[in-house]
């Protein structure tokens, strides 16, 4: 009998236990919801270029941004990035952030301003204990000088950068120029393809 | 009639803004020349102190040659590498090599220069560099950025103090090697280093 009764509180304890688990999540999931949760991955130099590079079905433009929470101007000109990406990745462009903040920050700065920012896009910070390496794959000239922004087609070539803060009217040009070369090239292959049948 | 006048004006105004250009020599704003290649000789320029008073290069210059390395007063990054600065001065004034700083941010007076140098202990020679035009010369665009001369203003290295931006971190220091080699009457290993930090503000 009495071990009849402990196997009901155990029974009874352990309910409430996996019971009450899903209601947390939920109440986490409800306060997260108003802000969102910012996920900033930590990538070497390797990591950099896959982040260029991308996979082999990812054919669209990309724009890079170099920043840093202690850099005045990366912060300042953020918010017309943020405009840029809402305006141009419905045309077929992609944007992503790579912060050069120490890796202590990565769960704390760097993403509280992300959010601040209402950065929807994938975020990186760069985790690398001697920079050239990881500079040098996105442009042998660059002097390491930020903020730095860079316009990648959609084969990855190299077709903008901008060190320092970014004008935005020379940006846009160079964004709608390079968004109106690719469609010009998907609608010719896509006239090639449909001739050669 | 009216037309072809304002055609007239338009061109003769553009034709006038290239002819500013190309007489100024000044690049297209935010475009950063390039720098010098290592080897090539620096020429020497005058510039004033953050009390005003003029320096030539030549009047700064150590026997064994010169480490100007381009700073700035808020840049977090150039802000890090004060002590390592002021020490790398001290370091190498008995050696004859001379450690000048030179600060060409727009944003930043000679009075803000003054002060944090006095802040910072910093006590070697800071030039204030108002229009960029040794920063232009250069094509120094970070903070900080370091430029080796040797005796006859030959460029021998060019880039980083070190490489990291905490002081912890540092595992490779080009500058004080390519002092070092250079003292010692070897070559230098690693001529040319790049880091993270602050766009130089210009004019």
């Known amino acids: 009998m009495k071990l009849t009764r402990k196997l009901l509180w155990l029974g009874l304890v352990l ?15 409800t306060a997260t919801k108003s802000q ?10 390797d990591g950099l270029v896959a982040v260029l590079k991308r ?19 990366c912060r300042e000109e953020f918010p017309d990035l943020v405009k840029i990406d809402k305006q141009y990745r419905p045309q077929g462009l992609d944007f992503t952030a790579v912060s050069i903040d120490d890796l202590s920050e990565i769960e704390t700065t760097v993403p509280q301003f992300l959010r601040e920012m209402q950065v929807t896009v994938p975020t990186y910070l760069l985790n690398v204990s001697d920079p050239e390496l990881a500079m040098s794959k996105v442009d042998p000239q660059w ?4 903020p730095a922004t860079f316009l990648y087609d959609a084969q990855g070539q190299l077709v903008y950068k901008r060190l320092g803060r970014i004008k935005v009217p020379e940006l846009t040009e160079a964004i709608e ?12 292959s896509g006239f090639a393809v449909s001739g050669s049948k | 009639m009216k037309k072809n006048l304002i055609s007239t004006l338009l061109v003769t105004s553009i034709l006038f803004a290239c002819a500013i250009v190309a007489v100024s020599g000044r690049p297209a704003e935010g475009d950063i020349p390039l720098p010098p290649a290592i080897g090539a ?21 150590g026997k064994n040659g010169s480490v100007l390395i381009f700073i700035a007063v808020q840049c977090p990054v150039s802000n890090a590498y004060n002590e390592r600065m002021e020490k790398l001065a001290q370091d190498y004034k008995a050696k004859g090599i001379n450690v000048i700083g030179i600060n060409s941010n727009v944003a930043e007076s000679a009075d803000a220069v003054k002060a944090h140098a006095a802040e910072k202990h910093l006590t070697f020679t800071i030039l204030k560099d108002a229009g960029n035009k040794v920063a232009d010369r250069l094509g120094a665009s970070v903070t900080p950025q370091a430029y080796f001369i040797d005796a006859s203003n030959k ?3 060019l880039g980083r103090i070190d490489n990291s931006k905490s002081a912890e ?35």
């Open chain 1, 143 to 146: 002097s390491g000088a930020l």
């Open chain 1, 15 to 29: 309910s409430l236990m996996l019971g009450s688990s899903p209601v947390s999540a939920q109440s986490k999931r």
């Open chain 2, 169 to 203: 971190g540092v595992t490779s220091s080009e500058l004080r090697d390519a002092l070092d080699a250079t003292l010692a009457g070897k070559p230098i290993t690693k001529t040319t280093a790049n880091a993270f930090g602050c766009t130089i503000k210009r004019a």
């Open chain 1, 36 to 45: 969102p949760k910012i996920s900033v991955a930590a990538i070497d130099a």
């Open chain 1, 55 to 73: 996979g082999a079905t990812n054919n669209k433009p990309l724009l890079v941004n170099f920043w840093a929470t202690w850099c005045d101007p």
């Open chain 2, 155 to 157: 460029l021998l290295y």
């Open chain 2, 41 to 61: 000789t620096i020429a020497d320029f005058t510039l004033p102190d953050a009390n005003g008073k003029e320096h030539s290069l030549a009047s700064l210059a």
């Open chain 1, 177 to 188: 120029k390079l968004l109106r070369s690719s469609e010009s090239k998907v609608s010719s």
